[in-house]
């Protein structure tokens, strides 16, 4: 399976925890995504890397989050002291520079904040 | 953060008719746009993507692309129940981020 890997599909947690989630993309891809989505929402941007240089973090998002990609390949996406309201699906995706722009999307991470 | 507009829904077509999907974007300089499939539950799927004006046609998928009215349709022709899903618009900002719309949900009735 070479598409893109996100690991754990579920996460329940108790408010005040932290969480890290993990993404594997495709391995040809240099550009890697975070997007956050509530239920009937479209994918709301969280940030990027192109390699491991994280060039853009949404305004939107807090400093409890933080997201890093050391070695250009995986990225781990952490939520410190977590609320209720980050409850939602965490996705990830990738591309490659020159490829059009067409971002491939992993399966997700479901967070649930008790 | 530009805006990507669609009316949520849903759609209802009967099996077999067009189904006809629209979003509108307010950033006059993106070039790139794209339309994405979410089964309730799962992750988006790329099913389409845009660069000119003009339609763009693959299976029984259109895409239409008018810059000057900053308008994005998708055309699904011989619906099926299948494609019952929710269809993102998404369009690609200055800067390499991608912007999504709500999303409309289709319905197609057998």
């Known amino acids: 399976d070479t598409g893109v890997s996100q690991n754990p599909r579920h996460k329940i947690t108790k408010r005040g925890q932290n969480v890290t989630f993990r993404c594997d993309p495709i391995?040809?891809?240099?550009?890697l995504y975070w997007y956050r989505q509530t239920l009937g929402q479209g994918p709301e941007f969280l940030t990027y890397?192109?390699?491991?240089?994280?060039?853009?973090k949404s305004r939107l998002l807090s400093d409890r989050f933080s997201a890093e990609r050391p070695k250009g390949s995986f990225s781990t996406l952490e939520i410190q002291r977590t609320e209720q309201g980050d409850s939602a699906m965490y996705l990830c995706?990738?591309?490659?520079?020159?490829?059009?722009?067409?971002?491939?999307f992993g399966s997700g991470t479901q967070l649930s904040v008790l | 953060q530009k805006e990507v507009e669609q009316n949520s829904g849903p759609l209802s077509v009967p099996e077999g008719a067009i189904a006809s999907l629209n979003c509108t974007y307010s950033?006059?300089?993106?070039?790139?746009f794209f339309w994405y499939r979410q089964y309730s539950g799962k992750s988006p799927e790329l099913i389409m993507s845009?660069?000119?004006?003009g339609d763009k046609e693959d299976g029984r998928f259109t895409a239409q692309l008018n810059k000057a009215s900053q308008y994005v349709s998708l055309l699904i022709r011989d619906s099926q129940p299948s494609d019952s899903a929710t269809y993102l618009c998404?369009?690609?900002?200055?800067?390499?981020?991608?912007?999504f719309g709500a999303g409309t949900i289709l319905r197609v009735k057998s």
């Open positions: 995706a990738s591309s490659l520079v020159g490829g059009n722009e067409k971002l491939f």
């Open positions: 391995s040809e891809h240099n550009r």
């Open positions: 890397f192109q390699n491991e240089a994280q060039l853009e």
């Open positions: 950033d006059r300089g993106s070039q790139s």
């Open positions: 845009i660069y000119s004006n």
């Open positions: 998404a369009v690609m900002e200055y800067g390499n981020k991608l912007v």
